[in-house]
C-alpha cells in the first residue's frame, strides 16, 4: 500500500451541490495530482498542485478547483455538481520532477 | 494534446499463458510510461515503467517495451497466473499523465 490517504470513502450528494474531497500525500512528496475515473474508464487527469499552486489542467471546467496546503495534503472542490459528476476521484502524490505517482485509495462519488 | 490508444479491451488467457497488451500514443515528447494493475474496487498500482531512453525493461515475469519510432509500448506479462486477473492500464506523459481505456485481463485457472 502507498501512503497515500484520502477522505472520505463514498460519498453521496444531490444535483447543484457541492462537495470537497480530501488527500494526504506520502511522505516527502510534494506534488498532488488529482484524477477523475468514471467506470469502466482511465483515469482523467483534472489537475495538478506544488507548492501550493495550479500546476497544470486537464480539460475540465472552472466548477472543479483544488487547494493545497504547506504539509502538502490537498482538497479538491466540485461545485454545482452534476450526474456526469459521479465516479472515483483519485489523488496520487510525487515529488516535483519524480517519474512515479502513487495513488490514494480514491473517493467514490456519487450525484443523484 | 497527448491521446493514448490502449488494445485490446479484453483479454482473456489460460493460466501459465502470455499475454500482451499494446498501447499508442500521439505526442512524441512523451518521455514516461508507466503501466498500472488495477483491482476491482482499489486503487491503480503501478506495476512497471519505463522512460524514453531505454527500449526494454524486465521485472520477473513483467516486461515492458517501447518503441519511439512508432510510438508504440507495450506490456507482456508471462506464466500468467489467476492472481494476474485486473484491469491493466497503459499511461503516457509530457507534462500529465494520460492513460489509456484499460484492458480487462482475465485468467482462467
Known amino acids: 500500500e502507498t501512503g497515500v490517504t484520502q477522505s472520505p470513502t463514498h460519498l453521496i450528494k444531490t444535483r447543484g451541490q457541492q462537495v470537497t474531497l480530501r488527500c494526504s500525500s506520502q511522505s516527502g512528496h510534494n506534488t498532488v495530482s488529482w484524477y477523475q475515473q468514471a467506470l469502466g474508464q482511465g483515469p482523467q487527469f483534472i489537475f495538478q498542485?506544488?507548492?501550493?499552486?495550479?500546476?497544470g489542467r486537464g480539460n475540465f471546467p472552472p466548477r472543479f478547483s483544488g487547494l493545497q496546503f504547506p504539509n502538502y495534503s490537498s482538497e479538491l472542490n466540485v461545485n454545482a455538481l452534476e450526474l456526469d459528476d459521479s465516479a472515483l476521484y483519485l489523488c496520487a502524490s510525487s515529488l516535483q520532477g519524480g517519474d512515479e505517482q502513487f495513488f490514494g485509495p480514491g473517493t467514490r462519488l456519487t450525484v443523484l | 494534446g497527448e491521446n493514448v490508444e490502449q488494445h485490446p479491451s479484453t483479454l482473456s488467457v489460460q493460466e501459465g499463458d502470455s499475454a500482451v497488451i499494446k498501447c499508442t500514443y500521439s505526442d512524441s515528447a512523451s518521455n514516461y510510461f508507466p503501466w498500472y494493475k488495477q483491482e476491482l474496487g482499489k486503487r491503480p498500482q503501478l506495476i512497471i515503467d519505463i522512460r524514453s531512453n531505454v527500449g526494454e525493461k524486465k521485472d520477473q515475469r513483467i516486461a515492458v517495451t517501447l518503441n519511439k519510432t512508432a510510438k508504440h509500448f507495450s506490456l507482456h506479462i508471462t506464466e500468467t497466473q489467476p492472481e494476474d486477473s485486473a484491469v491493466y492500464f497503459c499511461a503516457a506523459r509530457t507534462d500529465k499523465l494520460i492513460f489509456g481505456t484499460g484492458t480487462r485481463l482475465q485468467v482462467f485457472p
Open positions: 498542485y506544488y507548492r501550493e499552486e495550479e500546476n
